[in-house]
């Protein structure tokens, strides 16, 4: 194979008559990543606290699903000739490919580092899809772009082995990326992840003149959650209005919708908006919440127990929705990244959580995501509204990598 030697400027300037598209760091680091694996098919494993652990994961193929023209699926296959020192590449259905040609590790490398310059510089914001980095890359690959629908929870599939494990088995994994902007772990999509919530006053619900007050509140205040609060109002939450989410997440843990409400409770009244999961759970699970929250009281009988039970709970929620679980669509419970989350970091290193043991990936999903408010005008939500001779809002669900 003739190998590319050229190097590429970080910014080349785009043509004045013509808008071309870009793509954010954390959308590059997928295809960061699938170079990376080319030329150094290990992995290292790291725990929740993203220290490494001395393990590996040796990554001997890799499939990705991609659609063609007719909207048909078809998978791409990189398969590490150690022997001839080189990247087998085929495509076709699961069972029945043909080869496409080849790859060589060194360039797959090359491309790896001028990409990664792209990533970790502070001067780039977005690169251009026509880059020439991106180009050669997707010529080396075979592929006119890398990367998974959102809806998609494994970004690729890998027949791999470790040293505890040494007979090969096939595993999904996701990427997250800290380069760039955080990425999520649970979507909104509109009513689908809309938690409704009945505003009461003193235990009660509101007679119509506190109704039409808080009705006529502006709609975007602000202080309007600590108003709520100084002046006695609470939010009771009363279910999930998305079919699919009510029902996805008793599935998880039956009490899953009322401690998903709670913590939606406390990060919009009470905590800093970016206030961790464990954060929050500390704070739902503290001694003078103990009657605000009925359902406390079936988890412990002392203040550190219950936390047990709810951060438990929490984290299976968080490691639910990290396999496959999504708001918008029912869950079978079947895990789409058994290997694990792969993590580019914001200098660029691969690393992954591995989830064989479940423990490190469920302490990084519980102290490293947050609750995010999406955009109302585009999902909805936080607007009061009569119902029943009772007052609701919504709140959306949306959680994000810190």
Known sequence: MTESTN??????????????????????????????????PRLPVVDGDM???????????????????????????????????????????????????????KEAKRLHDQLLELIISPKVKKVPCDHPVLMDAYALLHTKEVAAKSVDKSDFIATISTANNP???????????????????????????????????????????????????????????????????????????????????????????????????????????????????????????LDNYPFLHQLGTTDESRYKSVAFKVKKILLAFSASATVGSPWDGDNQNSGGIVVVTKNGDVTCLDTFTQDGLAAYLYTRTFFETPSLNRHGGEEFYEEDDDLFIDLQLQVRFS
């Not at 490494?52 to 659609?67: A, F, M, P, Q, W």
């Open 7 to 40: 190097t590429h400027s970080l910014n080349p300037a785009p043509s004045s008559e013509t808008k071309v598209k870009t793509r954010n760091k954390g959308e590059l680091s997928e295809l960061l990543v699938l170079l990376r694996l080319l030329h150094n």
């Open 51 to 105: 220290h490494l652990t001395g393990d590996n994961i040796d990554v001997h193929s890799i499939k990705r699903c991609e659609k063609r023209i007719d909207n048909t699926p078809i998978w791409i296959e990189y398969v590490h000739d150690h022997v001839q020192n080189q990247i087998i590449i085929r495509e076709g259905q699961l069972g029945n490919f043909a080869i496409l040609g080849s790859a060589s590790p």
């Open 167 to 289: 007979m090969n088995s096939t595993r999904g994994f996701s990427i997250k990326s800290q380069a760039g902007s955080n990425s999520t772990l649970i979507n909104s999509s509109k009513m689908n992840s809309a938690f409704k919530f009945r505003v009461t006053r003193e235990g009660r619900g509101l007679v119509k003149a506190e109704r039409d007050v808080l009705l006529a509140w502006p709609e975007k205040n602000k202080d309007r959650y600590k108003r709520l609060i100084a002046e006695g109002y609470r939010l009771d939450f009363v279910k999930c209005q998305g079919e699919y989410c009510q029902y996805n997440l008793m599935m998880m843990d039956g009490l899953a919708p009322n401690i998903l409400g709670a913590l939606l409770f406390e990060r919009h009244f009470f905590d800093k908006q970016s206030s961790t999961l464990n954060v929050l759970t500390e704070r739902l699970c503290s001694p003078e919440n």
